[in-house]
């Protein structure tokens, strides 16, 4: 049974930092493709970050996070993490790790970030 579980949302005034962490248990962790996700209220979901397997560990970032964002992956504990640096108002979202490998694709349960004052 595939699970990923994230942690380390909260709330955050902004200019602050995150740090999300996603577990993942049941996959080969190392090959897999991981991303973070966010869908904010009434928006679709849009791709936050991902980190590429199978040793290349190669990034990708959406524009909106570009130089505050940090993804990156520890294969001996199986997680992937989003440091998220330099907060703003409308990173308020629930954020969702994914794994992906050819057609298969597994989601985890999001964590809310809110970034308020």
């Known amino acids: 049974q595939v699970q990923l579980v994230e942690s380390g949302g909260g709330l955050v005034q902004p200019g602050g930092s995150l740090r999300l962490s996603c577990a993942a248990s049941?996959?080969?962790?190392?090959?897999?493709?991981m991303g973070w996700y966010r869908q904010a209220p009434g928006k679709q979901r849009e791709l936050v970050a991902v980190i590429t397997g199978g040793g290349s560990s190669s990034t990708n970032y959406a524009d909106s996070v570009k130089g505050r964002f940090t993804i990156s992956r520890d294969n001996a504990k199986n997680t992937v993490y989003l440091q998220m640096n330099t907060l703003k108002p409308e990173d308020t979202a629930v954020y969702y790790c994914?794994?992906?490998?050819?057609?298969?694709?597994?989601w985890g349960q999001g964590t809310q970030v809110t970034v308020s004052s």
């Open positions: 994914n794994s992906r490998l050819f057609s298969r694709s597994y």
């Open positions: 049941g996959i080969n962790f190392s090959i897999y493709t």
